[in-house]
């Protein structure tokens, strides 16, 4: 398997995860200004979509949207409980946080990253996303993680994009259990394992 990734990027999700399950995989490198991969490839010919992650399987089929991409992971090593079973009850509490967490926190920072994005609505989609840490601050409190109270997928997501906040001076400290939150889930091996790759590639 090849991942498409771009350093710090939301692609460390998928990335994270396939080191917990110690899946072989080659991370591929994209830059999102050019669009070529690190191998000098069109990455647009991988997912036209131009957005990392993308996953390519042996016999060169794609996945992508990162969502997808962890729990399809996931499933290929059931036992290691990065995802409860599909059709489950808490499976849909997976689907829940994924997207919660992909349209909500994700995509709320998606504006911030533009500097050309003027200051008033910068401060609009800056006090929304705000909002959005208040609820999972609250929903945090007293737990250990957001399915089931065990590490999984949508852990590595979450811990993907809060890492995103000390760039816009967004203090996690503000939301009490969210910064011890974020050290217990990059004290995993496999987390720290993605991001010294990631900024050794
Ligand atoms: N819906 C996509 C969004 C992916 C996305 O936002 N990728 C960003 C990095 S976090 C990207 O590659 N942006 C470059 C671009 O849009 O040109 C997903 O969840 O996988």
Redesign the pocket.
């Known amino acids: 398997m090849k991942l498409y990734y771009?350093p710090n990027?939301?692609?460390l999700a998928p990335h994270i995860v396939l080191r917990e399950l110690a899946l072989p995989f080659e991370l591929v490198r994209?830059n999102?200004?050019t669009?070529r991969t690190a191998e000098g490839g069109d990455f647009l010919a991988v997912n036209p979509?131009?957005?990392?992650?993308a996953l390519q399987l042996d016999d060169g089929r794609v996945l992508?949207?990162?969502?997808?991409?962890v729990q399809y992971l996931a499933d290929l090593r059931p036992d290691a409980g990065l995802a409860p079973p599909a059709g489950s009850w808490a499976r849909s509490h997976l689907h829940e946080w994924l997207n919660f967490i992909?349209t909500e926190i994700?995509?709320g920072f998606?504006p911030l990253f533009n500097r050309a994005l003027p200051g008033e609505a910068r401060t609009w989609w800056q006090a929304r996303l705000e909002k959005r840490l208040d609820y999972l601050a609250a929903a945090l409190r007293g737990r250990q993680a957001l399915v089931e109270d065990r590490y999984g997928v949508a852990d590595a997501y979450l811990y993907t994009?809060l890492r995103w906040a000390a760039q816009f001076q967004i203090d996690l400290a503000r939301w009490p259990g969210l910064p011890e939150y974020q050290r217990r889930i990059e004290a995993r091996s496999a987390v720290q394992a993605a991001l010294a790759a990631e900024a050794a590639d």
């Open positions: 771009a990027a939301c692609s994209v999102n200004q669009k979509k131009g957005y990392v992650a992508t949207e990162g969502p997808a991409l992909s994700h995509g998606g994009v």
